[in-house]
């Protein structure tokens, strides 16, 4: 059991995602939140699960001199990946129209990536889901970003929102991994990390 492998570990979470740390409470470890800015920059290039390989990766590498021995640092990433392009946070409301109405009667992927880091190993794997939404009406769409603000989320949208109950059509993966914490893998990497 993972609590047990664990009892003597410091685990820390370096996200300041509610939907997150939610998540990881739900796998009845303890941690700690720990919090360093940083800039979310990558090279163009960057396919895919490369981008969020990379920030989980970037996010990590800000606590390199504050890891004790007994610590394993948690940091993560995620995009929808649509149309041969990442779709991350919405800057405005607009943004977050357009988003979502390219979503709209569509499929896409929503990766995440999470980088597990002690101060003698560092592993980062990453989780995979397709979502499918139903034609949404421009009324739909509006009401959601103007009620639910979703400026923080990857793609505009929270599955566990109004939007992903009236819109998901399909999911073909974790669930969980929609809401930016692969939970099952997570688990499955920590007893082994």
């Known amino acids: ?54 920030l989980a990766s970037l996010k990590a590498s800000v606590f390199s001199e ?26 405005n409301k607009e943004e977050a129209i357009e988003m979502i109405l390219s979503l709209s009667e569509n499929h896409h992927k929503v990766i995440t990536s999470v980088c597990l880091k002690s101060t003698i190993k560092e592993k980062v794997f990453h989780s995979v889901t397709e ?19 979703p400026y923080d989320k990857a793609g505009a949208y929270g599955i566990q929102e109004w939007i992903g109950f009236i819109g998901v059509s399909k999911i073909n993966g974790s669930y969980f991994n929609v809401m930016g914490l692969p939970v099952n893998k997570l688990y499955e990497e920590l007893l082994i990390f």
């Open 1 to 54: 059991m993972l609590h047990r492998k664990l009892q003597h570990k410091n685990i820390i979470l370096a996200s300041g995602s509610p939907r997150r740390q939610e998540l990881l409470k739900g796998l009845d470890i303890p941690f700690e939140i720990k919090l360093k800015p940083i800039d979310e920059v990558y090279n163009k290039n960057l396919q895919e699960e490369q981008i969020t390989n990379y």
């Open 66 to 91: 504050d890891l004790n021995k007994e610590d394993i640092l948690i940091t993560s990433d995620t995009i929808v990946w649509h149309q041969n392009r990442a779709l991350e946070k919405p800057r």
């Open 131 to 149: 979502v499918s939404f139903k034609k949404l009406s421009l009324a739909e769409v509006e009401y959601y970003v103007e009620k639910y603000k």
